[in-house]
């Protein structure tokens, strides 16, 4: 049974019992990421994530690792573009020690200098491991040249020059300004009452007085073009994308059934010609990115360069025949059924609910159902997929990202109109 409560400051309370597990998951959500910074101020949220875990005014960092350690119970947090998250998962009976973590953290955090400074270098660091892991650095590539001069098209860990001029006074007003004067949405599922979680935030979070968050910066303008980043690696990586829907849209059940048949797992169209049939790569799948107003589909494939070309052929002449042929029923249902199977199983996990019903009241301001979503991804017909399809895979739409041992003379300026 899901519960929600709105505290007089504002402050969101909501709740899954789960009477048959035996964990609890409890997070402390706020609407504040990487599309809230400035471009000079990039990779701040990102760099708050990791000093909430440098020491409070009651615990060490070392006391805070330790606490959650000596209940078996896991604290963790992250970043994303439009909202972050720090948040525990222990058994049941140690709630309260979760929550006085998590209220410490979020409170009482102190962003002391000499912690700041071991933590500058270790996101340099991750930075740096990013930019050596060439499928996850194309994302950020890709992001960057399809959204220039956007929030959304900002690494989320930030930039090496803006993480080395962040200083501690930046860091607390930034977390005054997003975390604490923003109504927080306290979140928990598993093997609690509602009165469980309500009582203890309304005695730690009673005298915070936020404000309404204001509307979010404007939609981003896609810019299709065709980037290639010349490095010297073992594979070719690519990225081939297109302007996606919102994560709210109403046809936003058809866009998922349409990644799914694209690229979404090991019986999509895209594994099985590309890598299946023709051994053209190891790693290949479409992904959907999609935030409060806008959205990307993706292609990525990791292939060699003397491949590359036929790779794209094929990727282009699978959008092509989604858009002009229909869907078979078979593959249809197949689709259909693997997205309702993915979210069954995620039902499983405490954690993974606790993530639901924070993203249900970011997004949609309530509580959307399983069956709600089931019922969605139903009433998807073929000719709906084709219909967005036609719109998503146009040729002035398409936007190509290449990380690897090539140049721009590699890609053909005609390829999009082979």
Same mark, same amino acid.
């Given at each position: 049974?899901?519960?929600?409560?709105?505290?007089?400051?504002?402050?969101?309370?909501?709740?899954?019992?789960?009477?048959?597990?035996?964990?609890?998951?409890?997070?402390?959500?706020?609407?504040?990421?990487?599309?809230?910074?400035?471009?000079?101020?990039?990779?701040?949220?990102?760099?708050?994530?990791?000093?909430?875990?440098?020491?409070?005014?009651?615990?060490?960092?070392?006391?805070?690792?330790?606490?959650?350690?000596?209940?078996?119970?896991?604290?963790?947090?992250?970043?994303?573009?439009?909202?972050?998250?720090?948040?525990?998962?222990?058994?049941?009976?140690?709630?309260?020690?979760?929550?006085?973590?998590?209220?410490?953290?979020? @409170?009482?955090?102190?962003?002391?200098?000499?912690?700041?400074?071991?933590?500058?270098?270790?996101?340099?660091?991750?930075?740096?491991?990013?930019?050596?892991?060439?499928?996850?650095?194309?994302?950020?590539?890709?992001?960057?040249?399809?959204?220039?001069?956007?929030?959304?098209?900002?690494?989320?860990?930030?930039?090496?020059?803006?993480?080395?001029?962040?200083?501690?006074?930046?860091?607390?007003?930034?977390?005054?300004?997003?975390?604490?004067?923003?109504?927080?949405?306290?979140?928990?599922?598993?093997?609690?009452?509602?009165?469980?979680?309500?009582?203890?935030?309304?005695?730690?979070?009673?005298?915070?007085?936020?404000?309404?968050?204001?509307?979010?910066?404007?939609?981003?303008?896609?810019?299709?073009?065709?980037?290639?980043? &010349?490095?010297?690696?073992?594979?070719?990586?690519?990225?081939?994308?297109?302007?996606?829907?919102?994560?709210?849209?109403?046809?936003?059940?058809?866009?998922?059934?349409?990644?799914?048949?694209?690229?979404?797992?090991?019986?999509?169209?895209?594994?099985?010609?590309?890598?299946?049939?023709?051994? @053209?790569?190891?790693?290949?799948?479409?992904?959907?990115?999609?935030?409060?107003?806008?959205? @990307?589909?993706?292609?990525?494939?990791?292939?060699?360069?003397?491949?590359?070309?036929?790779?794209?052929?094929?990727?282009?002449?699978?959008?092509?025949?989604?858009?002009?042929?229909?869907?078979?029923?078979?593959?249809?249902?197949?689709?259909?059924?693997?997205?309702?199977?993915? @979210?069954?199983?995620?039902?499983?996990?405490?954690?993974?609910?606790?993530?639901?019903?924070?993203? &249900?009241?970011?997004?949609?301001?309530?509580?959307?159902?399983?069956?709600?979503?089931?019922?969605?991804?139903?009433?998807?017909?073929?000719?709906?997929? &084709?219909?967005?399809?036609?719109?998503?895979?146009?040729?002035?739409?398409?936007?190509?990202?290449?990380?690897?041992?090539?140049?721009?003379?590699?890609?053909?300026?005609?390829?999009?109109?082979?």
């Amino acid at each position: 049974m899901v519960q929600k409560t709105v505290l007089p400051n504002g402050i969101q309370v909501i709740t899954e019992e789960i009477p048959s597990v035996h964990s609890v998951s409890v997070g402390v959500w706020v609407e504040a990421g990487s599309r809230d910074e400035r471009s000079e101020e990039n990779g701040i949220s990102h760099f708050i994530e990791h000093m909430l875990f440098k020491g409070t005014q009651r615990r060490s960092a070392r006391q805070i690792a330790k606490e959650i350690d000596a209940v078996g119970g896991i604290l963790n947090a992250f970043t994303s573009k439009e909202f972050s998250s720090f948040y525990a998962k222990v058994m049941a009976e140690h709630l309260p020690v979760a929550l006085d973590l998590l209220f410490d953290l979020y @409170l009482n955090s102190l962003f002391t200098d000499e912690e700041l400074e071991k933590e500058r270098q270790v996101i340099v660091q991750e930075i740096n491991m990013v930019e050596d892991t060439p499928d996850e650095y194309i994302h950020d590539l890709f992001s960057q040249s399809f959204w220039p001069r956007h929030p959304l098209g900002l690494p989320i860990m930030g930039r090496l020059d803006t993480i080395s001029q962040m200083d501690r006074r930046a860091l607390k007003n930034f977390f005054l300004q997003h975390y604490l004067q923003i109504p927080a949405i306290i979140v928990a599922a598993g093997k609690l009452k509602h009165e469980d979680l309500l009582r203890p935030v309304q005695e730690a979070l009673r005298k915070i007085q936020p404000r309404p968050k204001e509307k979010k910066s404007r939609p981003p303008r896609p810019q299709p073009r065709i980037q290639v980043k &010349n490095k010297q690696l073992e594979q070719v990586h690519l990225l081939l994308g297109t302007p996606g829907l919102s994560v709210v849209h109403p046809r936003r059940y058809a866009f998922t059934v349409l990644n799914t048949i694209l690229g979404g797992g090991m019986s999509s169209r895209l594994f099985q010609e590309v890598r299946e049939k023709r051994g @053209l790569a190891y790693s290949v799948y479409s992904f959907v990115s999609s935030f409060v107003d806008s959205g @990307l589909l993706g292609v990525y494939v990791g292939t060699g360069d003397h491949t590359l070309r036929r790779v794209l052929q094929v990727i282009l002449r699978e959008m092509k025949r989604l858009a002009e042929n229909s869907i078979r029923p078979k593959e249809l249902r197949s689709a259909k059924e693997q997205l309702k199977g993915n @979210l069954l199983l995620s039902l499983e996990s405490t954690d993974s609910r606790m993530s639901r019903l924070a993203k &249900n009241e970011i997004f949609f301001h309530r509580f959307v159902s399983t069956e709600e979503i089931i019922e969605g991804i139903e009433k998807v017909t073929a000719e709906e997929i &084709n219909s967005l399809a036609q719109g998503v895979f146009r040729p002035d739409s398409l936007s190509l990202t290449v990380l690897g041992p090539v140049t721009e003379k590699t890609i053909p300026k005609t390829l999009f109109d082979d």
